[in-house]
């Protein structure tokens, strides 16, 4: 009688689930639809940055901000609604991420000072953060391991062919429209939720508690760091570049002294002491410095040209598409191939896509090349240090070492990018994009350090 009614409960589950999914191909569209427009916050943004700056009369420096506020903000609400995930509803997550999404883009369409802008975009990229991480969960939970896999193919196919048309999209939108209509495109992910929140699990509660403290001092700390970095091109009192600094020593050593006291806080201690990891999340970071580095730069060496923001996107698309190539490419290479070896050949080509656009000036095609080095680089890096996370970490801190290692990744983008707009004055352009390439280059090294350490029988 008892397996009577479990597998009549079994039968009743599977009706109540499976009746209700779509077929592999439609799901992977939609998923991949959900989390396109979010990329295109980044992609198709960086394109319109000149036409924002000018309107909006903005410095190198504030421009940057556009795009670190954005980055800064999904980084930390990745690992933060990963987090709410487990505590609280994977729904909830995509109805709040919904609707940060909605009212950052409002506030960054209607915006007309710096100031509301980088609000908007905060609150945009706090939104952003939610949906890779409800797709990721929903295919999870919702598909056996055959169909997972497919639909996880597609939507990765799908949105790299998004966000690799990223500058074309953002050129095609500032020329039609205005920067404005670009700022909005995030939103388009509010439209699908409608056709997905059906799909999302409902709260599935563990019983765990949610960091705040932990993560209140990630964010500062990151903010900080950011905002340091800036402050060679930004008009701020030496009190002020000194306060910020100690606040960031203060986090810092708070931060680790919170992580020893508190093992299973936001950041459990298990993953903050174990060797390979940390030298993984760097080499991730570094790898997303060399990339929104030279994505951010790109746009300014052609600007000077007097091209259109169509014309601009256009020349820069082959770029965006050698990334989405590479990181399919790569994705079967590392199942023959040590990925720590393959991601030192990658953060190596970074750095030589930036020292050649260092070097080349504003001569379109070594512009598009080094874009589309520095940009296969970090797609296919993500692939592979991805790949290598929940093997170097225990299986019960799988899930918030995979959210932490994404968020130190996309700090790297917003280091990257403030790098750029704090050395373009004192260096000038092109010397500043050369300068970067050191980060991507000691990449190299760190992840061969990462090899040693986690292999030590095939220590180099």
Known sequence: MRRIRLAQAGLQLSHSTQDALPGVTLAGILFGALVAPALLGISAAVIALPSLARDLALSPAETSWILAAYILAQAMFVAIFGRLGDVWSIRGVLLVGGMLIAAGSLLSCLSESFSVLVCGRLLQGAGAGSLQLVTFATVGARYTAADRAKVLGIVTAFVGVVSGSGTLIGGLVTDALSWRAVMALPALSVLVMAATVRLVPTAHPTGSRFDASGASLVAVLASAI???????????????????????????????????????????LEIASSRPYVLVTITGLMLGAGY???????????????????????????????????????????????????????????????????????????????????????????????????????????AVATGLFVLMLLLGGAIGSALIAALISPLGLSTAIATVAALPAAAVALALAADATSNPMTAL
């Open 226 to 268: 950011v905002l340091l970095l800036e402050s060679p091109s930004i008009d701020l009192s030496s009190w002020i570049i000194a306060a910020v600094a100690i606040i960031a020593a203060l986090a810092a050593t708070t931060l680790w002294q919170r992580v020893r006291t508190v093992p299973n806080g936001f950041i459990p």
């Open 292 to 398: 929104l580095a030279m994505l951010f730069a790109a746009p300014l060496l052609l600007a000077g040209r007097g091209w259109s923001a169509t014309h601009i996107g256009l020349i820069l698309l082959p770029a965006g598409l050698m990334g989405a190539a590479s990181a399919r490419v790569v994705g079967s290479l590392i199942a023959t191939h040590n990925p720590f070896r393959v991601t030192s050949v990658l953060a190596a080509t970074s750095a030589a896509g930036l020292l050649l656009a260092g070097l080349a000036g504003d001569t379109p095609f070594w512009t598009v090349l080094a874009l589309g080095m520095t940009v296969s680089a970090f797609a296919a890096g993500q692939v592979t240090l991805l790949a290598r996370v929940p093997q170097i970490v225990e299986p019960q801190v799988r």
